[in-house]
């Protein structure tokens, strides 16, 4: 990893995960010419999987941090696909971010820029993409954000 990529996590108090194995039948990354899709990574923290439903017992900062550490993982797929190498990335491409959360629950948005804000702050220009926030009845665990990104390397 770069050392300005590293100051950065640093500096913001963060560290990278190991990059997690998949769950099921599929692979955690795919190339194809300079992008890189990575599947859904979904919330998990040192203490384990952060479950919950937002708008029934979590609040958007729970959410939000929840999204951070999806971001986090993407990274960490990242930082294997790139052989190591963060300095290869050109571009955060896209994040889908996927909120478990009431049907009264509106602020997908500003859950899932616990992601996007780390994107930005982790990347600076090349972090910034385009995205989409969606509610969902349900995700994989009981989780209570899944993200996933995809992005251009050299």
């Given at each position: 990893m770069s050392n300005a990529i590293e100051q950065?996590?640093?500096?913001?108090?963060?560290?990278?995960?190991?990059?997690p194995?998949?769950?099921?039948?599929?692979v955690p990354f795919v190339q194809s010419g300079s992008l890189v899709f990575v599947s859904g990574q979904i919330?998990?923290?040192a203490d384990g999987l952060i479950c919950g439903k937002l708008g029934d017992g979590l609040t958007v900062d729970d959410g939000v941090g929840a999204a951070q550490a999806c971001g986090l993982a993407l990274i960490?797929?990242?930082?294997?696909?790139?052989g190591g190498d963060l300095t290869r990335l050109r571009r955060v491409v896209k994040l889908t971010g996927f909120v478990n959360c009431t049907p009264e629950f509106t602020d997908q948005p500003k859950v899932v820029n616990g992601a996007s804000d780390l994107m930005v702050a982790v990347f600076g220009e090349a972090g910034?993409?385009?995205?989409?926030?969606?509610?969902?009845?349900?995700?994989?665990?009981?989780?209570?954000?899944?993200?996933?990104?995809v992005f251009e390397i050299s």
């Open positions: 950065r996590l640093s500096e913001l108090g963060l560290s990278l995960p190991d990059a194995a998949p769950a099921a039948n599929y919330s998990a923290g960490a797929q990242l930082r294997a696909a790139c910034r993409h385009a995205r989409a926030a969606v509610g969902a009845p349900s995700l994989p665990l009981g989780v209570a954000v899944e993200v996933e990104g």
